[in-house]
Structures are given as C-alpha cells and as structure tokens.
C-alpha cells in the first residue's frame, strides 16, 4: 500500500496569510504514460463531506476559488492558500488514486491564528 | 446535477448488520465506480473500496474484507454498503462518493455520509 504522510499535523495562520501543507507519498504516484501525478486534496468543513480542491495535483476543480493551488510530483506535493480566509478553517487531506487502496494523508487541522 | 443521498443514521448492537444505501442521481449510474470512505469519530478518512457500477465487481482494502460488502441495484441507481457482524470499532461515519469524471479516479461527488453506532 502506499502510505501519504501529511506535514504538519496542525497549522495555525493568520487571516490574509500564507498556508503551506505538505504530503509525501512512499512511492511515486507520477504515472508516466501521461505524466499526471494521481494526487489529490479534499477540504472537510465540521460535520461534511470532504469537498475535492485540487486533482492531478494542481488542477483546481472548478468553483475552487484561485487562492487555492497545488504544486510538486512524484512524492511531494504541497497545497497552499495564498492568502487565508475564515471560511478556509477546515481538516485538509491528500488521497493517491494512483493504485488501489486509494489511500489518504492523516489529515491537516488548519485554524486562525 | 449530480447527486449522492444517503441513509440516515443507525444505531445497532454489536453482532447485528446494518446496510446503507448512497441513492444518486443527474448522471447514468452504471458510468462512474462508486467509493466508500469510513471516517471514525475526531478521526481521518478511510478509504473502505470501490464497486465497479457497470461489471458489479467490488475492490475491498485490507481489513475491510468479509465483514464489508459492496453490492448495486441498478434499477433505482442505488448502491449499497452492508457490514455483517458489527462490532463497536465499526462506528463511524460511513461516505459514499462518486469519481469526478470517467478520467478523474479521484472522488469528486460526496454523500452527506451515514452515521452508524455499535453500542449494546
């Protein structure tokens, strides 16, 4: 299995700030017939479902607002809130799909400072 | 618009089964495979497996064999996650979710999940 460990654990950032969260898979999930990195990030908000921000490591899904962006390939990868709102507070975690089980990061816990 | 609606919560006692059920809907059902992602209380995501909509065949990870199946009805467009002898580190809150797009594996479409309790 491929086991993503995310860094770190909790964050906490000022409003209008940089948020910088870090995962790192045990084995590349860089497919390289199409070069996509099978990557990626979920924002889950107190008591929902987790919600999709980011696939193939940096393509934002749509509705995404654009201060969110992903970054890296191969085994580290990196999501970043370019300037950090309140609605943002949230658990952030990654998932490879790149071979089953589809397994996630344990989770950043991201407040406001 | 797609949708994913799911069972309500359910309380069991250790031993029993319970079965939820994610119902979808604005997309052919048999098109995209469906996921179920387990979430214990204050804990992270779990990925349980996948069932292919169109073939039927399941892909269970690690520790969730036997005790967890995965089946459809196609007709209603509904999938199904049964857990027979339930024991009480099976609480948790249990996610069906949808691939994003026939390329995109990764679960773009959640379920609001389905709170299931083991307590006697």
């Known amino acids: 299995d491929i086991v993503m460990t995310q860094s770190p654990d909790s964050l906490a950032v000022s409003l209008g700030e940089r948020a910088t969260i870090n995962c790192r898979s045990s084995q590349s999930v860089l497919y390289s017939s199409n070069n996509k990195n099978y990557l990626g990030w979920y924002q889950q908000r107190p008591g929902q479902p987790p919600k999709l921000l980011i696939y193939w490591a940096s393509t934002r899904e749509s509705g995404v607002p654009d201060r969110f962006s992903g970054s890296g390939s191969g085994t580290d990868f990196t999501l970043t809130i370019s300037s950090l709102q309140a609605e943002d507070v949230a658990v952030y975690y990654c998932q490879q799909y790149y071979s089953t089980p589809y397994t996630f990061g344990q989770g950043t816990k991201l407040d406001i400072k | 618009q797609v949708q994913l609606v799911q069972s309500g919560s359910a309380l069991k006692t250790p031993g029993a089964s319970v079965k939820v059920s994610c119902r979808t809907s604005?997309?052919?059902?048999?098109?995209?495979?469906i996921n179920w992602v387990r979430q214990a209380p204050g804990q992270g995501l779990e990925w349980v497996g996948w069932i292919n909509t169109n073939t039927g065949n399941p892909t269970y990870a690690q520790g969730f064999t036997g005790r967890f199946v995965f089946s459809l009805d196609t007709s209603v467009s509904t999938a199904y996650l049964q857990i027979n002898s339930l024991k009480a580190e099976d609480t948790a809150v249990y996610f069906c979710?949808?691939?994003?797009?026939?390329?995109?594996?990764?679960?773009?479409?959640w379920g609001q999940g389905s709170l299931v309790t083991v307590s006697s």
């Open positions: 979710a949808r691939d994003l797009y026939l390329s995109v594996a990764a679960p773009g479409y």
């Open positions: 604005g997309y052919t059902f048999t098109s995209y495979t």
